[in-house]
């Protein structure tokens, strides 16, 4: 849905809205409304109350928010946590960027009054990769329709939360989260192997440069992205010959080989036969 809000563009801006079950109600942290808007200078938002908790992640420019304690500036980088059944007003003065969520659950509260409590509405992650990964997903589920996990929504949101909460414990945390991001990675790879998987699409998925990615991606995994896609490619190709019996144009197709030629002769570069050979011993073995 495109915004209606004054001072904020239409181009590049998104939200959806989301009303959980009864059973996500009842038992998980769950989204209400997720968004990425391009904010105009002049932007004001203000609110004596409203139905849940908000979570802003600033990409770009800055935001004065105003709350019962006070009032803060956030910056590029910053998060902004709101208790939106109380006061609270927001906005900015210069083209901003923000990744959003309005969310709420059973132990919303209690998440939002410890890190209230010790951070504050604004603060910052001294590696938000991992916060940002999972605020990612969530706007990604309903930017691409795809079917909306309530568990799956409860746990990306628990994570962000729990990531929040051990920073409002320990000041000083300096957990590695860049793991993490590669982990995501690999799974985002393994699901789209019949996509192109550019290494700028993947750095980007990671909030990594591309030089940094390809050096933590290879200490992480031990391949450069680019032998790691195509050795997970040949594994997959290597299941379907075995399992399955679709034709080899097929099977290129779905395991991101961009013509059959290129994909037999690296076949058999790496396993000494061709895929129709490695077909017909694999046959013969099961028999």
Partial sequence: MKPAERNIS????????????????QTFLYPLRVGLFRYEPGYRQER????????MAVRR?????????GTARAGRGDFVLLDCYRYHSYGTDEDSEVLWLHFDGETARAY??????????????????YVMTRLTNIYDTFHAAERVSEPRMSKYITDILTEFAMAACDHDVSTQRQPHAIED??????????EPLSIGELAARAFMSEYH???????????????????????????????????????????GF????????AFKRKNGVSPIEFRKQSEIRQM
């Fill in 258 to 265: 961009t013509d059959t030629s290129s994909f037999c002769a």
């Fill in 213 to 255: 990615f390809i050096r933590v991606f290879k200490k992480k995994t031990g391949y450069t992205p680019h032998a790691y896609i195509v050795d997970a490619r040949m594994h997959a190709a290597k299941y379907l010959l075995i399992n399955s019996d679709i034709p080899l144009k097929q099977l290129c197709e779905e395991c």
């Fill in 10 to 25: 239409n181009e590049g801006s998104e939200f959806y809205i989301y009303t959980p079950s009864k059973t996500a109600v």
């Fill in 48 to 55: 004596s109350s409203f139905d849940s908790f908000l979570l």
């Fill in 185 to 194: 990675v690999l799974a985002y790879i393994s699901g789209h192997l019949n």
């Fill in 61 to 69: 420019g800055s935001f004065t928010v105003t709350t019962e304690k």
């Fill in 112 to 129: 939002f009054d410890l890190i209230d409590d010790r951070l504050g509405p604004v603060f910052a992650l001294k590696d938000p990769v």
